[in-house]
């Protein structure tokens, strides 16, 4: 019962290094010619298009 008092402090963990980085997740393609400047909202298809929202004419 004794080896509880012996042990040594834990220290902080440190991330394991598992080789090298993929690439991040995500989109890799810039959709914001694809957001309506008035209202914000983000259009299914790409300019030119009318948002769906306010009207707008997206035109990219």
């Known amino acids: 019962m004794g080896d509880e008092d012996e042990r040594e402090p834990a220290t902080a963990a440190e991330p394991a290094v598992t080789g090298a980085a ?5 989109d890799s393609v810039c959709w914001l010619e694809r ?9 299914d ?3 030119p298009v009318r948002c769906t929202r306010c009207g707008t004419l997206l035109t990219g």
């Open 22 to 26: 993929g690439p991040e997740g995500g």
């Open 35 to 43: 957001v309506c400047p008035e209202c914000g909202r983000l259009a």
């Open 45 to 47: 298809t790409a300019p």
